[in-house]
């Protein structure tokens, strides 16, 4: 019963468009300008920067927050399977819930950053994966200026990264920890699809990169996102 109470409140809180609401607030609905998507990036594009670094502040923190708080209802000493499951569901659910909101009716982000937050908050076995994967990242973006190559980075570095992980660890075996990989690969797999037209965009040479210190104009059309 506790774990499907933090997934189904995972979801709700995974669902709350922050981009959005910011946008809202200021008198501007994002979805009808840049990227029109509702993340960090589309909203700093948007906004501004300082706003765009708080929606991906609390895209992460959604993520964190209800993992975080799951384990401290639902882990306990020594972890088996079926804790590690209901654990990793909760951030499964968060991140779901910031692709697909329920209240705009399905239509959300691409996950990133509230992946980053899960991540985070499964300590410390994702942790220190997301790590590894937050440094490939920051060489992608900064290297090509292009945030789509830095998130698509993420997809594919995160889950290499915990198999090493989980290879190295002697505490660690596949036996138990099953739920953990598999969802990583999950996870890497969603944020592929949701990028599927940024990704068609960079074979085609047409993704648009960073300019400098500043993002492209709010006017500028599909762009890279976080």
């Known amino acids: 019963m506790y774990g499907l109470l933090f997934i189904v409140c ?25 990227s029109k998507n509702i993340g960090a990036t589309n909203a700093g594009r ?5 706003w765009g670094y708080l929606c991906l502040i609390l895209d992460v923190l959604k993520g964190f927050v209800p993992t975080l708080a799951a384990s401290l209802v639902l882990i306990e000493k020594p972890v088996d399977a079926g804790m ?11 991140v779901l819930g910031h692709m697909l909101p329920i209240y705009l009716k399905f239509r ?7 992946t980053v937050g899960v ?16 440094v ?26 915990f198999f090493v992980y989980l290879g ?10 099953w739920p953990l ?30 300019r400098g210190n500043n993002t492209v104009p709010a006017d500028a059309g599909p762009e890279d996102e976080m």
């Open 46 to 50: 948007v906004l501004g920067r300082s």
């Open 108 to 114: 959300g982000g691409k996950g990133v950053a509230t």
């Open 136 to 161: 490939l990242y920051a060489v992608m973006r900064f290297g090509t200026g292009l945030v789509s190559a830095g998130s698509l980075t993420i997809a594919v570095a995160f889950p290499a990264a």
């Open 119 to 134: 991540a985070l908050g499964i300590f410390p076995y994702y942790t220190v994966a997301m790590i590894a994967a937050l």
């Open 10 to 34: 995972a979801y709700l809180l995974g669902s709350i468009p922050f981009g959005l609401l910011i946008g809202l607030a200021r008198g501007v609905d994002i979805r009808l300008h840049g």
């Open 84 to 94: 590690l499951l209901q654990w990793i569901l909760v951030g499964v659910a968060a």
């Open 181 to 210: 990989a598999a969802v990583s690969v999950l996870l890497g797999l969603l944020i592929i699809v949701r990028h599927r037209g940024n990704i068609a965009r960079l074979a085609r040479g047409e993704e648009m990169k960073l």
């Open 168 to 177: 190295v660890d002697p505490e660690m075996s596949l036996e138990v920890f």
